[in-house]
């Protein structure tokens, strides 16, 4: 999620009241944004996902501004019509790879290098926020001095694209500033494959720029001199389009800007942008009430919907045009609720009957933690992922793991298909520590298992280890004895070959005739694999067939 | 003082009475041993106890000792290789192939063996590199080694012998013997040397042997009433005892099952299930467009193979479509794009017990509500592991299904939690999560470093999430807060990689979930 850094005097200015540090922390953590940081005049700011409109100083600035108080309500931005040629015309062919466009002017901005700045950042976490990285839409921004009205929006074939990127020293075709140009290989995905490529060029034949790709260098580059600017987004969803566009052209407008609407042609029925009236949504004051719990009355609820930049008229909330997160009306009843204050709602526990009651399965393996601490054994808790080699090669045994696609290392790439390869893990990393060592630990097996949802099992699993001079098959089977002593269930042992154990040392543990588990004495090549110099047996027992067992009866 | 000497004799443990009166005789801790037929650690351990009582000192002597190596065993039993060598060619010459066929050595030891022998003029070697053995040959043949020699003097002592105790002709055979592989080898020897105190030396003087205290009450004695008009010697009550472990279970796991009880104390049913789960359930049923970024690979960890998994019925699989795509039946607008079958179906490692929560929806009944359910389970994020990052966690969640659910309850239920887990003041401010509205982050105060420690989220699903599992659109309270930083907390562990180290010192001597 991205941090803005914000001014502390730029944003006083804008909140038009003082705020202390310890007001400002608080009242910006209360607002729903995470403080990381004062310092200086240098704030930190997390903003979550669903605000993109505070991406923005001025956004920012706007938001927490109605939230102290100082200036409440839905704020009125004028918006200008413009000459006859403030059109943007949208032809055919672009319909198909990249179709929508929301288009603006601004003019009048007094720029210097922090407002370049401003824009610029505002633009590049707006790409990766709400645009998701551009895949969803792409801004333009465009000093008008060098440009002439009417603009198209078409798409071409990319080796018919020709001009200077920005950051390039020469003209490039479509297909070579992918390639060639840095901005160009990072995002030649999102136009791989197309025939044609968008671009938006002006009545005098220049191309702008290439969405979502590049701007041109003669008519794409904002400088200290610009002072009207042509805005474009470009994308796959008009309505998010529109959203982005109000954010930039009010954040534009709170520094000083006159914003213009531009007609777009070909796009339908006399459509406008940037259209800033904002929605209408019904505000149902009991359900907002039954939601918060509390009972406050309309007049209440208007002055804390104002708190939050909205603004109230005939029991209709006014939400603005650059609030792009309300969806439901449950949206704005959380934004009455940050407006109440988190800090000023009494918790209560209601009074709701129902039983408690704990999982089958957590009581069994409760009960076998309990047998098991009570010999003197101690449970330990590691990983579910694993190193494929510890797994299987260390303990001389192939199994097809079930294994994650982008583990960060090879030390956490599969998931465990029993747990005695991890108990052998905890003892190798334990030979400096006293012996002997008895140990044991619950979890899940993952195995292959096409008839599941996902293609895997997760059964339950038991794993005992235990080493020390005197370990031996004795040993392990008397653990045994006190586990099934403890289900009252009888066993049968079957002598069985496993790789990890010594031959004539292993037995298969046999419940009702099933398969349940294994135990025996661990192999000296498993034992020298994991650098133990001292003799181990171990056993695994499959829990969830256990459970079932015992749910079975006699 | 006086006084003082009688209490420490009546006090003294009979493996101390043994050894006193030896220290007369010698102050080496390997001839106490021989003398006193005690086992090394008996003797050890009374010295530590006079050590202790001032006694005594013990001083720590490391010394070099030479043993026999791998191949000086061998050689010991069968003799040198260039003995072998010289022996197999004593009658006739012989090929050299021929030679290391009959005395079985290598070729490298019998390219090593024509090397020291050609330097010594024993051997002649021809270019068909046949080799005949000469008279100074065999007069090296007849005659024992210096080395041969040292080798059995090290075989045939009891003890190592020390390095620096060698004579000259020795070191001269065993610095040849350290050039060759295995031969000998040298080992750190430790002997003790004790230094009596002033008290020490009155003590060795005097007759300590009153037998007459009962050292240890034993079941015959008790029988035939021999303890009767006897004493015992009295023990010396601050002396440390040997440690024992006792068996425990692993301390996050103690932690877990307290949260579980709290929960089910408040009327909670506990949720399990998978940890490798569809996309579909971790994401799709939970209102996460599919092009958010949390669904992105450098967040979470998507299973190789299977790679994918199936879909649940139909009728669910459109209402969850449909939220996503124009909001269905919710009175929302969805997030406006179109969702994909194929995405909904890729499988991951669950990202958070949340899962749990929509499958437990997609169950649930309206007859059965009002209903509150639990869980406490790990989850997963695809994170390089460092002090304070985990790729495996624990959560702990839970869901309140109720038609007059709301925030309110919601802060009342997690304060309700953290109180009985022994955080009496907790903190929420808001949040953002894609499937709750409201959304709240949980923060707790930590009372000894007095600050705010932020846990992780909680809410109101949206109508977005409940409308397509549930059927009806009723308030679900749901929350799933970290679990692991209140383990830190409690245990004062400041790295989060020592939950799952399984140190086993570790495991052994940390206390017992006590709160």
Redesign the interface.
Known sequence: MPNITLNKKVLEKLIGKKLSDDELQDRI????T?LQKIEGNEITVEV????PDMLSEQGFARALSAFVGAKTGLKDYKVSKGGKDYQVIIQEPVKKVRPYTSCAIVKSLKMDGDSIKEIISLQEKLHITFG?NR??LAIGIYPLEKIKLPITYTAKKPRNIKFQPLEASQEMDGLEMLQKHPAGREYAHLLEGKELFPVFIDSNDEVLSMPPIINSHKTGKVTEKTKDVFIECSG??F??LNQCLSIIVTAMADMGGEIYSMALEGAGKNIITPSLVPEEKELDLKYIN?????ELKESEIKTLLEKMGYGYRDKKVLVPAYRADI?????I??DI??AYG??N??????N????????E??ILK?RI?NV??????????????VNKDNHSAKMRNQAEL????????KE?SC?RSWILPSLMQ?LS??TS??YP???FELG?A?H?D?A?????D?GQSLAIAICGADADFTRIKQMLDILMGATDKKYELKETNHNSFIKGRAASIMVYGQNIGILGELHPEVLSNFGIEMPAVGLELNISELHDLLKKGD | MANDIKELVSKLHPLERKIMPLLRQSSVFSELVKKSGLKDIEVMRALQWLQSKEVLKIKEDVKEAITLGENGKKALEKGLPEKLFLESIKHKPRHMDDIEKETGLSRQEVNACIGLLKGKAAININAQRVISITNQGAAVLEKEGLEEALLKRISSEEMDIEAGKLKDEERFAFESLKKRKDMLKTVLKKEWHIILSSIGKKLVTMNLGSEKVIERLTPAMLKAGSWKNKEFRAYELKAKVPRV??????F??QAI?QA?KI??????????G?????SFWNFDALFTAQ?H?VRD?QDT??????????L?DKKLVDAVKHAHED?WT????????EWKEEEAKK?V?RTHTTVLSARTLARLKKEEL???FFAVG?C?R????DWCHL??FNQTEGI?I?K??????L??????FFKKMGYEKA??????FPYT?????IDIYHPVHKKWVELGGAG?F???VVKPLLRVDV?VLAWGPGFDRIILEFFKINDIRE??K????Q??EIKEWMR
């Open positions: 953590s209360m607002l729903g995470d979550f996902p669903n605000r998701r895949k969803k796959f969803d309505k998010a039954k939601m918060l719990g509390l969806l439901h009306p449950i949206d009843a959380e609720a940050i988190y800090e709602f009494e918790p209560e526990i209601p709701v009957s129902t039983i408690g009651e704990e999982d399965m957590s409760t933690a098991l601490v009570g010999t003197g054994l101690i449970e330990t808790s590691s990983y579910n992922l079930v294994e994650v696609g982008n583990a960060v290392t956490y998931l905890i990393e334990n520590r006293e060592q008895e140990i899940s993952f292959h096409k599941k949802e996902t293609g895997v997760e | 472990y006792r068996g425990k279970r692993h996050v796991n099952s579980k929960w089910l104390e408040m009327g909670f049913k506990e949720m399990t998978e940890m490798v789960q569809t092009d970024p690979m960890f998507f299973i190789k193979s299977p790679e994918k998994g199936k649940p909001g919710t009175g929302s607008t969805g997030w406006q794009y499988n490692l009002p209903a509150k790990r997963f695809n994170e390089t592991l790729f495996e309140v109720d007059d659910a709301n925030f309110r309850h802060l009342g239920y997690l304060k309700q903190r929420f401010r808001p949040g953002y509205e409201f959304s709240v982050e109101i949206r109508p977005e308030p939950l799952y399984n140190d086993l010192k495991l052994r």
